[in-house]
Antibody, heavy 117, light 110 residues
Framework: EVQLVESGGGSVQPGGSLRLSCAASGFSFSTYWMSWVRQAPGKGLEWVANIKQDGSEKYYVDSVKGRFTISRDNAKNSLYLQMNSLRAEDTAVYYC??????????WGKGTLVTVSS | QSALTQPPSASGSPGQSVTISCTGTSSDVGGYNYVSWYQQHPGKAPKLMIYEVTKRPSGVPDRFSGSKSGNTASLTVSGLQTEDEADYYCYSYAGSNNFVFGTGTKVTVL
């Protein structure tokens, strides 16, 4: 059974940093593109970033470029999102997903990031 | 990249059909066959229902179907059941390694 478990969320002040982690199990992690998707409270879904199987390609939504970095460790079956210069508008539940055929076929339960002074 | 346009709400009685539209442009929905649909119940993670416009993942009932015409994709839920009451989001590749979700539609089973 595919399992994706996010961690690392919490409360942070504007301008601060957080590192999210996603522990993957039940599938061959190193053979999948992976993604982060977020959802602000009461709002819709927003794609945040993708990373290729070997980490050689990474893509971001414009609003996080230069502030967020997606990475992975295939030896540890783990996906990460380093978030710097956080803003109030980054407040959201962040989901880790597998990415196949341009779609997100498996999702974690999410981790909440709150940016507030 | 602007969000794809979906109606805020849709409804139907049990057993009826409901169709949700997802309107984009020739740069996203109209330009690629990478449109997918997600169902989200309150407080839960989204679930993939349709990928590549028309394909259903294993385990998704065949009551769910997808289609596309021009710049508009559609999700049809036939034989509505109470458990189909949820939010639904479309998603599309938008070129240049960008992706965009729709604005979301709340489906109510009357």
């Amino acid at each position: 059974e595919v399992q994706l478990v996010e961690s690392g969320g919490g409360s942070v002040q504007p301008g601060g940093s957080l590192r999210l982690s996603c522990a993957a199990s039940g599938f061959s992690f190193s053979t999948y593109w992976m993604s982060w998707v977020r959802q602000a409270p009461g709002k819709g879904l927003e794609w945040v970033a993708n990373i290729k199987q070997d980490g050689s390609e990474k893509y971001y939504v414009d609003s996080v470029k230069g502030r967020f970095t997606i990475s992975r460790d295939n030896a540890k079956n783990s996906l990460y999102l380093q978030m710097n210069s956080l803003r109030a508008e980054d407040t959201a539940v962040y989901y880790c997903t597998t990415n196949v055929y341009g779609s997100h076929d498996h999702w974690g339960k999410g981790t909440l990031v709150t940016v507030s002074s | 990249q602007s969000a794809l346009t979906q109606p805020p709400s849709a409804s139907g009685s049990p057993g009826q059909s409901v169709t949700i539209s997802c309107t984009g442009t020739s740069s996203d929905v109209g330009g690629y066959n990478y449109v997918s649909w997600y169902q989200q119940h309150p407080g839960k993670a989204p679930k993939l229902m349709i990928y590549e416009v028309t394909k259903r993942p294993s385990g998704v009932p065949d009551r769910f179907s997808g289609s596309k015409s021009g710049n508009t994709a559609s999700l049809t839920v036939s034989g509505l059941q109470t458990e189909d009451e949820a939010d639904y989001y479309c998603y599309s590749y938008a070129g240049s390694n960008n992706f965009v979700f729709g604005t979301g539609t709340k489906v109510t089973v009357l």
